[in-house]
């Protein structure tokens, strides 16, 4: 899965059309329950559409061109978009939860829900230029 995206800071629909946001204001990526959430738009390779292929065991690598911050895929389920205790603040656990609707249809109810568990960080160098080009 190739997911490359800006990340903007919370949740307005500006900030989803170009990108990712944050669900909570001022989240810190290694820290806490960081959660995102993007648009499920129809053409499968936009914005957040490829949640829906995403598996478990796969890393997700964020970067604030500083760190880079390790995350491994534990689950995806598909929950419904009044289930918000997965997005609440966990400050002594470092995980990242990702969000989109189920379907890109107006209305959709649904929402698939990818939770990982930060595995390392480290300083952002030449070598990670590729893989966030």
């Known amino acids: 899965m190739r997911l490359k995206l800006p990340i903007y800071d919370g949740l307005n629909n500006e900030n989803l059309l170009k990108g990712a ?8 990526m290694g820290g806490g329950n960081y959660a995102l959430a993007g648009h499920h738009m129809a053409d499968p390779q936009i914005l957040f559409s490829p949640l829906a ?21 534990q689950s995806k389920k598909v929950i419904s978009k ?13 995980n990242l939860t990702l969000m ?27 070598r990670w230029f590729d893989l966030f080009r």
Do not use: D, W
């Not at 249809?105 to 829900?113: A, F, Q, Y």
């Open 21 to 28: 946001g944050t669900m909570r204001a001022n989240e810190q």
């Open 53 to 73: 292929r995403v598996q478990r065991g796969q890393r997700v690598y964020l970067t604030n061109n500083k760190c880079v911050y390790v995350y491994q895929v």
């Open 82 to 94: 009044y289930q918000v205790g997965y997005l609440k603040a966990m400050p002594h656990k470092r």
């Open 100 to 126: 989109t609707c189920l379907t890109a249809s107006i209305g959709e109810s649904k929402r698939i829900l990818v939770k990982g568990n930060f595995v390392y960080q480290t300083k952002f160098s030449h």
